[in-house]
């Protein structure tokens, strides 16, 4: 694929608090998929899927605790974010492109016994990978995302995609600061910053918003294909949510009504705004560990 941006290498060289070694993967369209894989190999595995304008160093605060107690993690970094590879071309985006793109890369690394962790845009590709691949999956931990089919955005969501399309500057690093309740170093905040060096890197995280199924969009029957599949699944699925997100604030109700699995008393509500990977890792790992205890994946 022509017009595509890779990161520099030296750009991740002083991350803090990122010690993970990069792994890659590359697509049948000669994109680079870059991901994290920590803890034993033997492990039932821990999906941990980040969102927009993120990538997988979001989740810096959770993978030890998660490795720790004895499981696999596998982080990946969407097409378009982080390590992995950048079109600069937003036309090349679309929310089944993706789907297809992370779908090669979990069949490539063949992960079964899959713990789901999922946030953002993490949510709306993850749910759909497992509803194209069930058997995959042991059980899903949800916060702040969803799987919209065509609803009405909400006004903070409105807002948000107006400014991604129409903003003269994007500061990646600023708008994670901007949606958490925790006071990122400055050194956090470039962290966010490292892989969106050049206008055109930032292709993904500028056209994101725009692919999200509120409102009128090609992607709601895909979405009402997946929900057919989710109104099936009876495997453990947890909602943890936060208490302030302007935009997910609620969701948690939709899944708790139409999937089976989330018919039990493990649903939490965690402290902070979207980015709960910053405001409450602590709760989050609980979620996480508590429903692969439930999905009966015992560490190694």
Not at 89 to 104: L, P, S
Not at 156 to 185: D, H, M
Request: charged letters at 25%; a negative charge.
């Amino acid at each position: 694929m022509s017009d595509v941006f890779r990161t520099p290498d030296e750009n991740f060289s002083a991350l803090p608090d990122f010690p993970f070694d990069p792994h890659y993967h590359e697509l049948r369209e000669e994109l680079r998929v870059h991901y994290l894989d920590e803890g034993p190999r033997g492990a039932p595995t821990v999906l941990m899927m980040h969102g927009e304008p993120s990538w997988c160093y979001l989740y810096r605060k959770i993978i030890p605790p998660v490795v720790r107690a004895g499981y696999r993690v596998v982080a990946p970094d969407l097409i378009g974010f982080g390590r992995s590879d950048k079109p600069t071309n937003k036309a090349v985006f679309t929310y089944a492109g993706h789907v297809a793109w992370m779908r090669e890369w979990l069949e490539a690394l063949d992960l079964t016994n899959v713990i789901l962790a999922c946030q953002d845009w993490g949510s709306l590709i993850g749910l759909r990978l497992l509803a194209e691949m069930p058997e995959r999956f042991a059980g899903v931990v949800l916060s702040n995302g969803g799987l919209p089919e065509g609803q009405d955005p909400p006004a903070a969501f409105a807002a948000w995609r107006l400014f991604a399309k129409t903003s003269p500057v994007f500061p990646i690093g600023g708008l994670i600061q901007r949606a958490t309740t925790t006071e990122l170093s400055e050194a956090e905040v470039a962290a966010y910053d490292a892989p969106f060096p050049t206008r055109g890197s930032k292709a993904a995280a500028r056209v994101f918003p725009a692919l999200v199924p509120l409102g009128e969009n090609e992607a709601v029957p895909d979405q009402q294909a997946a929900w057919k599949v989710l109104e099936q699944f009876d495997k453990p699925f947890t909602c943890a949510f936060s208490d302030g997100d302007p935009i997910t604030k609620g969701g948690e109700r939709t899944f708790k009504d139409r999937v089976p699995g989330a018919r039990h008393d493990m649903h939490r509500t965690l402290k902070g705004g979207h980015f709960i990977q910053e405001d409450d890792p602590e709760g989050f790992v609980s979620a996480i560990l508590d429903t692969a205890q439930a999905a009966g994946c015992k560490p190694a």
